[in-house]
């Protein structure tokens, strides 16, 4: 049980199937190849695959007509579209400035000279049967136009250059971070939840994090102070511990000290409480429950053919226990929504209304219709047929022979007086995405009956225990925390729980105070002496230091039970490197060397430098700034950070970066040897820095430069 889409119904495509796929490669899975985009994710086949499938299944449509979900007058509109790929979209990360300026360079640079190209003469090159050149286009309901959307065929990229420049650009701007890659629908729930920088957030079903990435984003950008940290805190949940690691890759991008990342049957998610008694209801929590899947048909061509009434028939079990446990674990005035990818009232409606029922009045689904008005969706059906593979079924009669639907499957005169019409359906041929489903509760009162306490049911026997003492409000406790293996059906075994080292609080005051006073933090803001923990053994001398919200330090100071399951937690912000040549009063932890932007930009762009001519290699480039040189002189040796000085706006606009904001911005890690320094990041990270100073980067050149700002695109 607990497998990752359920039973029975191995999914491919879709953003975090196709990940997974990736990411079982080794592939860098936020890393988008638009050469594969138009060839069918789901197939994987290459060139023309998504043409090679048949998009037609007559159950799939005898069912659907049966279940009325589609207006009527548009079934063969919503077939139409459901057999057209998907269009690429991506939201711009971030909210605020930074995010208005990248959208204005995109808007303005980038994608208003589409027509432009078709108007001079482009058009003519396309075949006739190909679809008509569209600028790029806002997604209508997203806020501040920070979420874009286009379709452009295979034949289309190659013969517009323009166009090939948009895919370059979304391709780094999404390995680099200023955009993310996410399906239109995918990006609804997050809006619903309404999340603030205080909420304890829990998404239960949460890899590979595209939703999380969101949640986390929301957690801080309610901060008005972008300096501040949230109270609160995220926990990403997933049965697939390998998809656990693909979140926690994919997440890192928000730089938040407030995720966790756990490694549960979200049915069986384990109530914290603290030895004080004190519990951790959660504010909003997120069950994007694993599903059939054919609302992403149109990215995932393979499930046209595979498609059956038993997929959702066979999750609907899991998914009503997912959800019934969510709302166990909600707070009183909390709220849940419940997503799926899926058109299938069996686990949308079906499953919506049983949790209405089995919750006696303790949930209420809420009527959303006054909210995202931009957002065309369909209300939910009151009624609807469960099937099998032997046809329809009624709930009185159930006629003779196999029968394989659960009575929570059945619509009926209570969950016909039910106002289901306030889930919402949203419909690809409606707005050109992919199909998707919502519904949105809030907790009233209590939950009828707790199900028995799955934590009992956790417990196995491997466990890594460790102390971490936390002053609390209630009493300063002193607790263990387990990071074990072996509960829960996880199968893994060994030794340890996935090799995972534990958490533990940084012990040693001095090791915070070298820290502190080096980089001159300000206690109040980053409170390390509270919230920084170590994954070393030996804690007095960690190796890497991680920060934690204030609030996921209680929450995992209160987990006396031993029941967390912990992947990661928290950010990663600072990691000791050891000097031959330390004087004993240095910092371990890295240094900052402040180089003019000139020598930032040299850097960048040569990878190394050395700090005097090497007579062997007379070609390697030197640092050219006196000052610059003598503070990396003068610096031990070991990782270092370059945090460049700005100059006048003059100078800035001299070295083409002229819209750069801060320098934190440009803040890159460095190696100091002997006689060079060298690059600590990737090229990646690099050329996107390179950016920032007007440097083209793009490996096709031609059109896709970007200047100035970061973002500003020619
Ligand atoms: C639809 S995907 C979630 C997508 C994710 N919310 C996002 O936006 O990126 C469903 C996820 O549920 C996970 N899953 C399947 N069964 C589960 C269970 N019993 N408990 C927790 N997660 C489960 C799968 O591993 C899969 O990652």
Redesign the pocket.
Known sequence: M?????RGFKRKGG??RVLKRDFKKGKRDNVWDPSKERGGRGGGNGAGAYASYDKTNEKFEEYYKAQKIVPDGEWDDFMASLRTPLPTSFRINGSGKYAEDIRDQIENKLFAKVPDVVDAGAAAECEPTEPEVKPPTAVRWYPDRLAWQFNYSRQQLRRLPHLESIHEFVKRANEYGSITRQEVV?MIPAFFLKIEPHHLVL?????????TFQLLEMLHGGLNDPQALPEGFVVA????IK?CNLLTHQTKRVNSPGLLVTNH???NFPEIKSMGGRTFPFDSILC????SGDGTMRKAPDIWPRWTVGNGNGLHP?QLK?AMRAAHLLKIGGRLVYST?TFNPIEDEAVVAAMLKQSDGALELVDMSGEMPNLRRVPGVKTWQAWDKHGKHDAEGRPEGPFKCHPTMFSDAESDALPLERCMRVLPHQDDTGGFFIAVFDKKREMPAAPEDPNKKLRGPITVRTELTVDTAEQRVSVTLTLGGGRGGGGRGGGGYGGLDPILPVVDPGVIDSITTTYGIDREKLPLHKNAVTRTADNSRPKRVYMLSNGLREYLAADVRENLKVIAAGLKIFERQEHKDSAGDTCDYRLIIRPTLAELKLILQKRSLQLAPDPERPDKPLFTDDATRAEVTSAVAGSCVFLPRLGTAEERAALGAGGVLAPEELAIACWKGKSSVNLLVSKVETDHMLEKFGVDVSAAGGGGSVQGGGMEVN
Do not use: F, Y
């Open positions: 607990g497998g990752r889409g359920g953003d975090d995918s998404d239960m079903c949460a890899a590979p994090g595209s939703k949940n997933d049965v697939d998809r049957e979200a049915q994007d429950v694993p599903c899991l997912i990818c």
